[in-house]
């Protein structure tokens, strides 16, 4: 490897390490996973990136070292693993499913039983071409699958974060992560480049990623990276002053109905307010506590769909009718915010009543 190469992998390795240690106090201590459930995922990708550098910093390694085994491990599971972190910090789901774990440790697991399967049986599959490209085009193929939907979410969910900080850690840290590791994917497994420069210029995107993740990490408060799924805000604040621009947002929600409008987004709300779009995600957030502009709609249609259910004149209408109306896209986007608003579903809630 050349100097400098060697310079910008042995940093990065050293700023990831750093990066695991400084976040590993914050659910040591606590036994909560759900609260700090993204705090162990991004220590976990952290550390599978330290693995990942093993070769480069304490290399060559022997063939089925200890070292070889730890390098082998974190270097598969880190396209997974970043899944998982950036499922858990921007998804708007409030758990990861059991599927989503099992879909994460294919990435892994995969290459893992047909390395075991040579040893043990003692026979190299590259020679059934047929099997082996199997194997490894179907990994590659999963890696690939996760890293562009880990990119889709932070897209398609950035619009409604409404927490500024966050949104800027969304297009700088997760969009060159999933890049980065695009990178290495489509060069070292796809093509099998061994340009005399790549490493590094390889190795110096991942130290100008791994800087930037620390500097904007650690320069923040905890909370707006790392924050319990299923915290929401309220529109009610008694014994607080509402500015002039809150009464109109919550008079627009509570008189004009805006939630009950198809496809509202944060965007249309500001030109129908004429509050500037960055202001009024200020006042959402800073104001009402909301952190997603979806939880913040979702709350004034589930209080309207929860009175309709109430009424015994409103016996005979349909639940998915009245989630309709009330501006819900679908009846299973419904019941999920429903049952997490009052812990049962609304026919249950219907029969209560």
């Not at 758990?95 to 294919?106: D, F, I, K, R, T």
């Not at 309709?308 to 349909?318: D, G, M, R």
Request: glycine content about 4%; hydrophobic content about 45%; proline content about 3%.
């Amino acid at each position: 490897m050349q100097p400098l190469s060697s310079f910008l992998a042995h940093s990065a390795f050293s700023l990831m390490a750093l990066c695991v240690l400084l976040l590993l106090p914050k659910y040591i201590t606590q036994s909560n996973y759900r609260k700090n459930r993204s705090i162990i995922l991004f220590s976990i990708s952290m550390a599978c990136g330290c693995g990942y550098l093993i070769s480069e910093c304490f290399g060559p390694l022997n063939n089925m070292s200890i070292l070889w085994w730890l390098e082998y491990i974190a270097g598969n599971a880190l396209p997974g693993v970043f899944w998982l972190t950036s499922i858990s910090i921007f998804s708007e789901k409030n758990e990861l499913e059991y599927w989503q774990y099992v879909l994460a440790s294919s990435t892994l697991f995969i290459p893992l039983v047909s390395t075991l399967l040579q040893l043990i049986i003692g026979f190299d599959l590259r020679e059934l071409p047929a099997f082996w490209g199997l194997v490894t085009y179907g990994a590659l193929i999963i890696e690939l699958f996760l890293i562009i939907h880990a990119l889709l979410v932070a897209v398609k969910t950035w619009q409604a974060d409404l927490v500024q900080d966050r949104r800027y850690i969304r297009g700088s840290v997760v969009v060159f992560s999933a890049m980065y590791i695009l990178l290495v994917i489509v060069s070292e497994q796809l093509f099998n480049l061994d340009w005399v420069w790549l490493d590094t210029v390889k190795f110096l995107l991942l130290l100008t990623l791994i800087t930037t993740v620390n500097f904007v990490l650690f320069s923040l408060k905890d909370d707006v990276l790392f924050h319990s799924p299923n915290t929401h805000g309220s529109p009610i604040k008694p014994n607080k002053a509402q500015s002039l621009e809150l009464q109109r947002i919550i008079n627009c929600m509570l008189t004009e109905k805006f939630y009950q409008n198809e496809g509202v987004t944060i965007s249309l709300l500001s030109r129908h307010l004429s509050i500037q779009e960055y202001k009024l995600r200020q006042l959402i957030n800073g104001e009402l506590e909301y952190r997603n502009f979806n939880d913040f709609l979702n709350y004034y249609r589930i209080k309207e769909v929860t009175d309709n259910l109430s009424k015994a004149e409103n016996s005979h209408i349909p639940v998915l009718t009245l989630a309709l109306d009330s501006g819900f896209r679908s009846l299973s986007s419904f019941n999920k915010a429903f049952k997490n608003t009052h812990g049962i579903t609304p026919t249950e809630f219907r029969n209560r009543i």
